[in-house]
């Protein structure tokens, strides 16, 4: 009945034709990382300038904003779905329409470069190859932040493209919190490591085998490979061409394969959401993720809080000898133990779940300092390496181990960092709460049956999309907005009691 | 200076606005080729439909029909790269606004889900599950030939979009000699392969080292690896998404390395055609090939007159054996006979050149029959494997081996098989010419040499783009338009002389 209200049914139907220019400008950009010849590089950034330029032109069209407004005056009934959507066009159109497309193109345009340079960059560990580019990136951050415009400071214009509604200081405050917390839980997890040895569980994985078991671990948290598929890249990531296709990335490490299983965990949990979001709104604000901070909350959760946890090894541990001769001579529990090793280290994604929070918080003070020009681009490698070793007591020898080691700024992505402590946290206050909900979970943890909790996880969030604001849905799926109370309560448990 | 003409400069920037748009549709038909998952299907299906209509649009606007008239007035020197451009885009610009927006983009929706559908039905070899597909693909291609128009067959429209300036009428002249002369070789060419076993080179040939030895070879035809990649499909194809950015992708059989080798000698034919087409004017007619009759002839040059030749295995013996040991046991001119092994056999793209055209005969009859409406689609396997016992001897026991075998239905392209043959000849007079302008071209082939032949047809056909039309370029690089008597002399010479 409320689709028959004409401009209603207009942006549905300009919904729909953004997304094929969006869901493509998603295939250029996934190709750009896993298969494009590098010779490619200056006609993709042509291209993916043109699409982004498009999509934004589509959306930001005055029509748009008088459909809109028109439905904003029908009134459609609160709770139902129309009302959500018109309530999340109206603020993303409102953003939007504070930058020009031209600014957009040329965003895309500058960050497709970026990215090839940033790949260079690490691998030959040069700071100055990708200082250039990184300049270019935060001028046009900068420009953006001025558009959509800010009370007190331009990261929180930023922050509210990953994060709608949080602010930088709020994000002080959280990390004022959790930083002595964690050094606190620090000194008794490493304590308790000691004993296992770092290289315990090194040896040589073949790639093949690495890729045989971490899609019969995907497969089992029930990621459908019929909608998606995985590729080698630099940086793992998940990207959604449309619906039924979600890819997920990683790399490979032959003397380790927990690299690459966790890694693929992550993704696939990011993968979950992604395919979990309901098809039928795909393209609208019901068919989207709520915020970054809800997406690593999916990823962080199958990674840690399933995958690193004895239950998991107790059922996998048969299943992976078979891919993994070398692992018989292990235990479950000696398995476990490694995987939980907690010692500061260089590599972020590859951090333990203590010191992992700790890399965030570096990147927020950097990215607020570079944002605030409190910072320049040339000094990055120097106060990323004094902060770090402040932090977490050691000394980068490398930028490829240090400020070059994420791709998230050649990308343009500023103000992503702090969702993944946001998804931490999210995940603990998820966990705790489905623990209550299903009674049988340890049990089901155990025989490696994740489908209750997957549905658990389908329906307080994947099938929500963006029907509420992320700290409404928190409220809603765990009785709180996101706290870090259960978080430190799951880290002291697991890393410093007894 | 003529580039200031506002018309014309006017035109140039629609082009490459085009580029951006059919290069991207290019990546979304190889992604489904290859990587796309499979229930991503209807969604790729519109995405293709969308910038299909969307690139149609742009070039079909009515201003465009005014920029290319105001050119036309404007008269460019004779001999001008302008003057070129503005031909064919007077020719393509006529073309397509016969056909509506509309029927674009219905034809690339159901084609999207006839190839799909075409996959599924040649691996279980069942002709129904692709039956409704191409009945829905022809009333479409017949539709498409009347909104085109034509003076005596519907098959003449279709043909206009893969070989300018050909008509069916002509076809079947040609055809009705080559096919008696065929005959007449293909008698004493089997008596002369029958001292050589069908199965000489059979082995096991690991899929890794298969792809080693091809890359090599497409290295030294000059395939530049930087600009272009090889993936793995069930139908081989070369695809180009970009200036830069040119896939070919083959299939492998481990018990016989040949057909991925001749397979990717073939489709890095095309890809030498492609990387050589003048980048500055990508988007442009002048960038643009000529035909695929023309194209064809760089594929079936390459995997034929070079690499079919005793010249070919004298050099790349050693190295073949390099990644194939068993290869050892044989002589140069043992696998030179193996690979020029001529007997009928059901599957075209390994058929070995003298039956290779009888195949295309086939399929043009019967192509030309169903435009017509002489046969139903229903029964095309068995009026195709009628005909084929009848054309080469052999009983069809699978649709997979007949009618099903080709992808060129599925994607919609009917009209396409006789360009094959059209590449045949020109393949075989552009080789006859080469060696004449060439001194030095049997020592350097002899010696794995490339450069000499690949710069000639750099010059002759590649940097021509569509500056002539592919009778008058053929005209232009060899003296005569063309002609089947080159081919045929070439096929008595190699087949039956002595």
Chains 1, 2 share one sequence.
């Not at 953006?144 to 709020?170: K, N, V």
């Not at 393209?283 to 995958?307: D, K, Y």
């Not at 700790?358 to 607020?368: D, M």
Request: charged share 25%; with cysteine.
């Amino acid at each position: 009945m409320t689709e028959a209200f004409r401009p209603y049914r207009k942006l549905l139907k300009r919904a729909r034709e953004i997304s094929l220019v969006s869901g493509t400008a998603g295939l250029l950009s996934w190709d750009h990382e896993t298969y494009m010849p590098p010779k490619a590089l200056a006609f993709r950034a042509g291209q993916l300038a043109h699409f982004s330029g498009q999509a934004h032109r589509l959306f930001t069209a005055k029509k748009v904003g008088d459909w809109i407004s028109a439905c904003e005056q029908h009134a459609f009934a609160a709770g139902s779905d129309e009302a959500a959507n018109v309530r999340e066009w109206r603020r993303l159109h409102d953003r939007a329409t504070r930058v020009p497309a031209r600014l957009v193109e040329k965003f895309l345009r500058v960050c497709t470069h970026s990215l090839a340079a940033w790949r260079a960059a690490r691998e030959r560990s040069e700071f100055n190859v990708f200082k250039p580019h990184l300049q270019k990136v935060l001028e046009l951050n900068r420009q953006m932040a001025d558009c959509w415009g800010y009370q007190e400071s331009p990261y929180d214009a930023l922050l509210e493209e990953y994060e709608p509604g949080i602010r930088a200081a709020q994000l002080r405050a959280l990390f004022a919190e959790l930083r002595p917390a964690i050094v606190a839980i620090l000194g008794s997890a490493m304590e308790r490591s000691a004993a296992v040895p770092e290289d315990l569980l090194n040896g040589n994985y073949s790639i093949a085998a690495q890729q045989a078991f971490n899609r019969q671990v995907a497969e089992a948290m029930g990621f459908d490979f019929e909608a998606g598929r995985i590729d080698t890249t630099t940086h793992p990531f998940c990207c959604t061409v449309g619906p039924g296709d979600c890819r997920l990335t990683t790399r490979y490490n032959e003397q380790n394969f927990t690299r690459s299983l966790y890694g693929i965990m992550h993704e696939a949990g990011h993968g979950l959401y992604e395919q979990g979001l309901p098809a039928e709104h795909y393209g609208t604000p019901l068919g989207m993720s709520a915020s970054l901070g809800i997406h690593e909350s999916q990823s962080r959760l199958w990674e840690n809080h399933v995958g690193r946890s004895p239950a998991f090894w107790e059922h996998w541990h048969p299943v992976a000898c078979g891919h993994f001769l070398e692992l018989k001579k292990f235990s479950p529990a000696q398995i476990t133990a490694a995987v939980n090793r907690v010692s500061p280290s260089f590599i972020r994604v590859e951090a333990d779940q203590v010191t992992y929070d700790l890399h965030i918080i570096l990147r927020f003070e950097i990215e607020v300092k570079l944002i605030e020009q409190q910072l320049a681009v040339a000094d990055v490698p120097a106060c990323w390496n004094e902060e770090f070793e402040k932090m977490l007591g050691l000394k980068v020898a490398k930028d490829a181990d240090g400020c070059l080691q994420d791709i998230h700024w050649s990308k343009g992505m500023l103000g992503y960092f702090p969702t993944y402590t946001l998804g931490n946290l999210n995940a603990s206050q998820l966990m705790r709460q489905a623990a209550l909900d299903l009674p049988a979970l340890e049990v089901e943890l155990a025989r490696g049956e994740y489908g209750a909790l997957r549905e658990w996880l389908r329906e307080k969030i994947h099938r929500q999309g963006l029907r509420h604001p992320p700290a409404e849905l928190m409220r809603r799926a765990t009785g709180e907005p996101t706290r870090s109370v259960c978080h430190l309560d799951f880290l002291r448990k697991k890393f410093a009691a007894g």
